[in-house]
Every structure is written in structure tokens, then in C-alpha cells.
């Protein structure tokens, strides 16, 4: 059966052909087509109810010298959620580092609207932007400490409190709320499963009580189950925990049916009640019940 098996030639990159592949002059002036149409910075203080509380402002970042973001801007109001969604290499990833302090910063601005007023946050080392600011990341990758056990990953999370007894605490009202864990309390983190572990790296974040949580693609080879689970989880700290939450992901289908899903050229989405789309060619808003 198998010599007589259709055998399909590879072509250019994956999908398509080499034909798809376009010249960095034609990347440019389609980039500059669709900025004609971009949101002006009142456009993106009305979707952040205008009073945003992470504030962007005229942002050049990259790695080394290599500038990744341009000129970028972006408000999110207390409370909302923020999905940055596109394929790989689009830039995604690169704001939540420039966020928490992975990039290089060449100009621009990163603030809080903190309690105690607007808190410029640009040249915070990370630790001080978790200790200081209430910002937490949540890594793509895999992060947890393997042979330790699930209660010591949580304690790990508290690590920059000034008294353990902090983490402690901080680790039962986690067990508290989520019962998954607490079951597997004493148990090495190797054994759990990919879902638990995800579960794992978002609560150990919320040991220092973050205000702003930074969530690297939450689905990222999880089970369909376990991204459903994943996103409600999210969707709890938004709505009932008052997070902010900045996210990126790729697969837009999968989150969840109360937030709007777009097509994944889309740019950027604050998802909360009132659900904004935008991508850079404009933006529109639906209210879902």
C-alpha cells in the first residue's frame, strides 16, 4: 500500500511555496499601509477607559542593537485583560520582556498607574518590577523545579519576601482556592501532569500578589482539556481577583467563548465585558453577556 501512497513534494517553508515569501522593501510598505489606519493614542486611551493602568508610551525595544518593537504604544485599564495574538516572530513575546525588563529599552516609556501614583517602570531590574510594581511573569517555557515538591515550587514563588513565613501563607490560600494542588501538595512537580504544572507556574506567581500578570502563551503543548481549564483560571483572576492580565497566544480559537475570537492577524485584544479587537488596520468593540 504504501508504493502506491501519493507522496506529496515539500515546498518552500512549511506552507506555500517560495513564491509566498516577500522582500523586507514589500514588509515595509505593507507595515506602512496598515499604520495609516492605526488607532491614535486617544483612540487606545478610550478602550482603557481613560485611565489606563499599564501605560506604553512611544516604545523602542529589541535584543542587543536589533530594534524589535518601533515607536509601539498601548494602554490597559485596571482590571482588563489584554491578548496579543499573531504568529511567531510578530513581536508578541518581545512586549511582555520589554515589560518586565528582558529587552533592551532604546526609548519610550512603561508605567503604572499604582494606589501611589503613576510609577515609571521602564529601567526596573525584573525583580524590582515584582517586589516594587506588582508585576509578574508567567514563562512560555517550562518552569518549574522538577524535584521539588508542589508546596516548595510555592514557597519558591515567594522568594523576594522578607519574612518565609510570607510564602507560607500566601502558599494555603492558593491551596485553598485551588484544590488540584492541594491534593498534590506533597508531591514532586515532575509527576504532574501538563496542566497541573501550568497551574503550578500561574499560582506560584500570585504568591507575591501581583497586580499585573504577564502570561506567555498559557496553551502552549497543553491537551484541549487542560487549556480550557487554563483559561478559566485566567478568566477567574480577571474577574473575580482583579487582575490585569497581558497575555500572548497563538491559538485564538481556543480561548474562551466569552472573550471575542479573531483572526490571528489581529495585533492586540482587551477582553473583558466589553471585548476590543484592534490590528493596527482599526479596531471595533462587542459586548458579550
Known amino acids: 500500500m504504501a508504493d502506491t501512497q501519493e507522496i506529496k513534494p515539500a515546498r518552500g517553508y512549511g506552507s506555500g511555496d517560495v513564491g509566498t515569501v516577500i522582500s523586507v ?14 488607532p491614535t493614542l486617544e483612540d487606545l486611551a478610550e478602550l482603557a477607559n481613560n485611565d489606563p493602568y ?28 489584554l ?22 529599552i532604546f526609548d519610550g516609556r512603561i508605567k503604572i498607574n499604582s494606589a501611589d501614583g503613576v510609577l515609571d517602570v521602564t529601567n526596573l531590574s525584573s525583580k524590582d518590577k515584582l517586589r ?13 523545579f522538577p524535584d521539588m515538591t508542589v508546596e516548595e515550587n510555592l514557597w519558591m514563588g515567594g522568594y523576594l519576601m522578607e519574612e518565609p513565613g510570607k510564602a ?23 509527576v504532574l501532569s501538563g496542566g497541573e504544572r501550568r497551574l503550578l507556574e500561574i499560582s506560584r506567581a500570585l504568591v507575591m500578589q501581583p497586580d499585573v500578570l504577564l502570561v506567555d502563551e498559557p496553551s502552549i ?21 482583579g487582575k490585569t492580565i497581558s497575555m500572548v497566544e497563538q491559538n485564538g480559537k ?36
Open 254 to 289: 481556543k480561548l474562551p467563548t466569552t472573550y471575542h475570537r479573531g483572526g490571528i492577524s489581529g495585533f492586540w485584544r482587551l477582553m473583558s465585558e466589553k471585548t476590543v479587537w484592534g490590528d493596527k488596520g482599526g479596531y471595533f468593540e462587542e459586548n458579550h453577556p
Open 168 to 190: 507560607k501563607e500566601a502558599a494555603d490560600w492558593v491551596f485553598d482556592k485551588y484544590s488540584r494542588l492541594a491534593e498534590r501538595r506533597t508531591k514532586l512537580a515532575k
Open 25 to 38: 522593501e514589500d514588509v515595509v510598505r505593507e507595515a506602512e499601509k496598515i499604520a495609516e489606519n492605526a
Open 83 to 104: 491578548c496579543l495574538i499573531g504568529p511567531n516572530g510578530a513581536g508578541k513575546s518581545t512586549i511582555l520582556h520589554s515589560i518586565f525588563g528582558f529587552t533592551n
Open 132 to 144: 516594587k510594581a506588582g508585576i509578574a511573569y508567567i514563562l512560555q517555557d517550562k518552569s518549574i
Open 54 to 81: 499599564v501605560s506604553i508610551e512611544s516604545l523602542n525595544a529589541g535584543y542587543g542593537k536589533m530594534e524589535i518593537l518601533h515607536d509601539f504604544n498601548l494602554q490597559v485599564g485596571e482590571g482588563q485583560s
Open 221 to 241: 503543548g497543553l491537551e484541549p482539556r487542560f487549556i480550557d481549564m487554563v483559561f478559566e483560571i485566567l478568566e477567574d483572576l480577571q474577574s473575580n481577583e
